[in-house]
């Protein structure tokens, strides 16, 4: 029984599953289709991707329960709310940055790929 399976041969790939790896990479994760492709590079793009999502959300996170809390307590201004959140504003700014920096260079890839395709005659 064959439990691991080696890297597809990105030679191989029919123009089909080229678009599919690219469509994975600009819709689904950014990545992950680099990564069906065969190529290693997507390890990384899929880190990059994840550390920013989790920067994002832990962020909003933090930020809905600044705003229960501001909800909660009546004598709060809205200073004190803002005070609550703006310590942990850098987390959404560089989330969003590495988030965009992973889909931009998972772009870069899916060109490739499908460019790869091309040269190849497939």
């Known amino acids: 029984m064959k439990i691991f399976s080696r890297a597809p041969d990105p030679a191989k790939l029919s123009p089909t599953q080229?678009?599919?790896?690219?469509?994975?990479?600009?819709?689904?994760?950014?990545?992950?289709?680099t990564i069906m492709a065969g190529r290693r590079v997507g390890y990384a793009q899929a880190t990059?991707?994840?550390a920013g999502?989790?920067?994002?959300?832990?962020?909003m996170i933090w930020f809905i329960i600044c705003a229960?809390?501001?909800?909660?307590?009546?004598d709060w201004d809205e200073g004190r709310w803002r005070a609550q959140y703006r310590p942990?504003?850098?987390?959404?700014?560089?989330g969003l940055g590495l988030c965009v920096v992973a889909w931009c260079w998972s772009l870069v890839?899916?060109?490739g790929i499908v460019r790869e395709g091309r040269r190849n005659g497939a």
């Open 109 to 111: 890839s899916s060109i």
């Open 53 to 59: 999502f989790v920067l994002l959300m832990g962020f």
């Open 88 to 94: 942990y504003h850098w987390a959404w700014q560089s």
């Open 48 to 50: 990059i991707m994840v």
């Open 68 to 74: 229960a809390r501001y909800l909660i307590h009546a």
């Open 18 to 33: 080229r678009w599919g790896c690219a469509v994975m990479n600009q819709l689904a994760c950014p990545g992950l289709g």
